[in-house]
């Protein structure tokens, strides 16, 4: 796992390089957003695991997720941003639920 993680943290400081070495060179103005969860299990091991990224950032819970399910921790660098989240077991039911439908409904388009 640590290979990946070099990987992406060598790949972001190209990136910045590049960027900052050819202005020219667009950039989007949305912000940039790194997202990482941490693997489905209990929600209280979940939100565990967040609470323990959240005091490593020095950051908060967000309470504007709860309400979906989302227990969300975040840093934000400018316009980049970090956020640690557990989706938990009632949303990924829900979603579940939801999808279920995906293929039963055809649209026709004659």
Do not use: Q, W
Not at 8 to 15: E, K, R, T, V
Not at 59 to 76: F, Q, R
């Amino acid at each position: 796992m640590d290979n990946d993680r070099d990987a992406l943290i060598a790949g972001l400081i190209a990136l910045a390089g590049l960027l900052k070495a050819h202005p020219e060179v667009p950039v989007s103005l949305a912000p940039v957003i790194i997202r990482a969860f941490p693997p489905n299990g209990p929600d209280h091991l979940m939100r565990a695991e967040v609470d323990k990224v959240a005091a490593l950032l020095g950051a908060e819970i967000n309470p504007d997720h709860l309400p979906h399910g989302h227990y969300v921790t975040a840093i934000d660098f400018g316009p980049v941003r970090y956020e640690f989240t557990a989706i938990l077991a009632a949303a990924r039911a829900r979603h579940a639920a939801v999808d279920s439908y995906r293929d039963c409904i055809k649209i026709d388009n004659a």
